[in-house]
Nanobody, 118 residues
Framework: QVQLVESGGGLVQPGGSLRLSCGAS????????MGWYRQAPGNQRELVAS???????NYADSVKDRFTISRNYAKNTVYLQMNSLKPEDTAVYYC????????????WGQGTQVTVSS
């Protein structure tokens, strides 16, 4: 059984920063791509940033130059450093990972709320 557990969400003022973490645990053989998605009320879930097993990154245009995705390969953990936060960044943020365990599958975390408000 593979689990993704997120942490680091919360309430922050516009212009502030937050760092999200997501760790994968279980009988894992290998973790391929990892990423962060977000979903605001009334909107579809959208990709925020992703990082491959080789370290290549991809960002949504709306977060480029403000957010940075990184990972710790030894700990099967992915991070999202969010700077210069805006009210429109308010959403539930979900971690996603392509994991090879007993079988290969794509797993999701439970989500963590990020609220940007004064």
């Amino acid at each position: 059984q593979v689990q993704l557990v997120e942490s680091g969400g919360g309430l922050v003022q516009p212009g502030g920063s937050l760092r999200l973490s997501c760790g994968a645990s279980g009988n894992i053989l290998r973790v391929n791509d990892m990423g962060w998605y977000r979903q605001a009320p009334g909107n579809q879930r959208e990709l925020v940033a992703s990082i491959t097993s080789g370290g290549s990154t991809n960002y949504a245009d709306s977060v480029k130059d403000r957010f940075t995705i990184s990972r710790n390969y030894a700990k099967n953990t992915v991070y999202l450093q969010m700077n210069s936060l805006k009210p429109e960044d308010t959403a539930v943020y979900y971690c996603n990972a392509d994991v090879v365990a007993a079988a290969r599958g794509v797993y999701w975390g439970q989500g963590t709320q990020v609220t940007v408000s004064s």
